[in-house]
């Protein structure tokens, strides 16, 4: 019997209980195999091209935000499909202009359910 494809979901997020719970929930429905990251510049550094289905990035990290960390991993691999996690609004004075000027398709606030979080990840795939 042969084993089904499941998504690749990269995870970056400078929150440990966030990478943990995204990481072992949505493993745990079977459907995607998930790797994630703290740090933004180690993310980058281990960054392989072509691999992921899907990229979930949390806006304000230290060292580098989600914003700068997208437009390093979309030179190296431009179809890459991205989805800002943040519990900021994203249409607050202060993200709005990194939000127009980036034409973000996929925000997903924090904090979410899992069911939910699962269904906007199947929905983006699927795009």
Wanted: net charge negative.
């Amino acid at each position: 019997m042969s084993e089904t494809r499941k998504d690749k979901i990269l995870v970056v997020d400078d929150d440990p209980d966030i990478t943990t719970t995204f990481h072992f929930a949505l493993e745990d429905t079977g459907l995607f195999e998930v790797e994630t990251y703290n740090d933004s510049v180690e993310a980058l550094s281990n960054f392989k091209p072509h691999l992921y289905d899907l990229i979930l990035l949390d806006i304000k990290m230290p060292k580098m935000s989600g914003f700068e960390l997208c437009d390093k991993i979309k030179k190296s691999d431009s179809k890459s499909k991205v989805c800002f996690i943040s519990a900021f609004d994203p249409y607050s004075k202060e993200l709005k202009e990194d939000f127009l000027s980036l034409k973000i398709e996929c925000f997903i606030p924090k904090p979410i359910q899992i069911k939910e979080l699962v269904e906007r990840i199947r929905v983006e795939l699927s795009r």
